[in-house]
């Protein structure tokens, strides 16, 4: 994937990640807010039942009261009986007589002579009410009179509904039930929605929003209160909207550290430290051939780092980071512990085979790849001389450390080769100072050869000198019969290349052996 498509992708996801947590949020806050409003809706509609039901025994009871009232009307006596009933309740604002449907005096204005306006609803017992309008133009407001035989009681209906208005976006609404007549309500209220919702039996209940209707087991009276329409509901599309820029802003920047994230975890180190722990480097082997029998002695182990998709990554390209990032002696161990798995068993059947090591500046350091070897060697039962090292001669270079070691791995059974000889400093003093049993010529020696043509001056004097030393000799990539042969007729023991076979797995490596086997019966 292109790093604009990943950057794209990421960039997708996160910001589909962001909005889908804020609309989540924004839902839930929602919900919280309407679970609230709906116990404020519960508890409003509860006190403003509590609050009409006092109002309304205030008129009750001062009507009661005057109801009594033996003597003539509008005298000093009963003007004085009316303010002393108004003052006694709170809720009254002012008492009146009446005589003939006219309104003759007032504990507020005296004698008055005014026509009573039709009732707008009657109670049983006797009861009627009507609202009237007071106050100065421009200012007016209503007021409820209720009347019982010859008295009328004025309340201010603000008193119905005097609770504190918390959220003032509740409805309420106080109403005789028995016509449906509105006493008092908070400002905006829908009567009609009101009037519906005392034609409901139940309550509270859910309409396109909540209602709940408080009936009065006292008086026939009843307050609704509802919540205004899905108004957060409504509001979450407006909410997102407004969210959008910012979140979009946000996914950037999440995108953009989620890509750093990556690069981070994408470091060389990582990768080999997971492959390592995933085990993804493996053994793979090519075979070694007498030039002597033309027949197989053993194979050089080869590492591949498998990777997850099944890639695999050849040794030159990670062995040498392996070595810097210090990295290289988990993966030495990786690779015998592949060789075991791969061809253990096999070499505990076969001890005229081997198996050759190559191994890294760090593990010629001291003998911890002796400790790790020997378990594996019990184990399988593999004989040390079966196990041999290459070491290539940049590492040996300090002959003065690099000697007791190599002395160690050879008094341990092994033997050692100098791999990729005479492409380093090799010296024939070099040599001599070095405990080693070999020497492996470079492939790069081999090219010029490759039509049987001494062309090439260097392999001659390499073969001569390791020839007076009596070391070993192993040619590296060996393409054509014509090498062969010229290795063969100048006293090269082994040869290693394409022309027996290219490194392979070691369930492979196995066939092979047996093919070999089957052709040696068979001549
Ligand atoms: P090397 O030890 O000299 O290995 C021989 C390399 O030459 C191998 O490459 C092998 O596949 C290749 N080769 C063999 N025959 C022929 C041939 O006929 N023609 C050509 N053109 N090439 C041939 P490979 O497997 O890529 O390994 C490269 C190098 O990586 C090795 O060189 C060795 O230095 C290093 N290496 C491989 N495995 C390990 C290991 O387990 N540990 C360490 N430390 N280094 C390793
Ligand atoms: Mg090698
Ligand atoms: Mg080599």
């Not at 609202?131 to 019982?148: A, Y």
């Not at 062995?319 to 030495?332: Q, R, V």
């Amino acid at each position: 994937m292109s790093s604009r498509l990943t950057a794209l992708t990421t960039y997708c996801v996160v910001a589909f990640a962001v909005l889908a947590t804020l609309t989540a949020a924004v839902y839930a806050s929602d919900a919280v807010n309407e679970r609230q409003q709906r116990q404020q809706v519960d508890v409003f509609s509860n006190r403003a039942l509590l609050r009409a039901e006092l109002v309304t025994s205030e008129a009750d009871s001062a009507l009661r009261q005057l109801m009594s009232y033996p003597d003539t009307p509008c005298t000093n006596d009963h003007m004085q009986r009316l303010r002393q009933v108004e003052e006694q309740f709170r809720y009254i604002r002012e008492v009146a007589s009446t005589h003939d449907m006219r309104l003759r005096c007032s504990s507020l204005h005296g004698a008055v002579d005014i026509a009573l306006p039709p009732p707008e609803w009657t109670y049983a017992g006797g009861f009627t009410a009507w609202h009237t309008e007071v106050g100065k133009r421009g200012n007016e407001r209503q007021m409820l009179n209720v009347r019982l035989g010859n008295h009328v009681v004025v309340i201010d209906p603000r008193f119905y509904l005097d609770i504190v208005p918390l959220d003032d976006t509740i409805k309420l609404t106080v109403l005789e039930t028995q016509h449906g007549a509105v006493i008092s309500s908070w400002p905006h209220t829908d009567d009609a929605l009101v009037r519906a919702a005392l034609q409901r039996t139940g309550s509270p209940y859910f309409e396109g929003r909540y209602y709940v209707v408080e009936r009065s087991s006292r008086y026939p009276i009843a307050v609704v209160a509802y919540e205004p329409e899905d108004r957060m509901r409504r509001d979450v599309p407006a909410q997102l909207r407004t969210l959008l820029p910012p979140a979009l802003v946000l996914s950037a920047i999440g995108t953009w550290l989620v890509l750093r994230w990556r690069r981070t975890l994408r470091t060389p180190r990582n990768a080999m430290l997971q492959g390592i722990r995933r085990r993804q480097f493996v053994a793979w082997l090519q075979p070694l051939v007498s030039l002597e029998s033309g027949r197989c002695v053993g194979a050089e182990a080869l590492v591949r780092w498998k990777l997850e998709d099944g890639t695999l990554v050849a040794p030159d390209t990670f062995i040498p980071m392996a070595e810097s990032l210090d990295l290289i002696e988990p993966i030495t161990d990786q690779v015998i512990r592949s060789v075991f798995e791969g061809v253990g068993a096999m070499l505990a059947r076969r001890r005229d085979l081997h198996v050759s090591l190559n191994l890294a500046g760090k593990d010629l350091a001291g003998t911890r790849v002796l400790q790790t070897l020997k378990a594996s060697l019990a184990r399988y039962g593999v004989r040390p001389e079966q196990i041999w090292f290459e070491a290539i001669e940049r590492t040996l270079m300090d002959t003065a450390s690099s000697a007791p070691v190599l002395e160690a791995f050879r008094a341990a059974g092994h033997r050692i080769f100098i791999d990729d000889f005479g492409t380093g400093y090799s010296s024939l003093s070099y040599l001599q100072a070095l405990p080693v049993d070999g020497i492996k010529i470079d492939r790069s020696f081999l090219l010029s050869l490759a039509s049987g043509e001494e062309m090439n001056k260097i392999v001659p004097h390499i073969i001569e000198m390791a020839r007076s030393l009596d070391l070993l000799m192993v040619a590296e990539g060996v393409e054509t019969e014509a090498q062969a042969q010229y290795l063969r007729e100048r006293g090269v023991q082994f040869a290693q290349g394409w022309l027996y076979a290219k490194a392979m797995p070691a369930d492979e490596f196995l066939r092979y052996l047996e093919r070999e086997a089957a052709r040696t019966r068979e001549t």
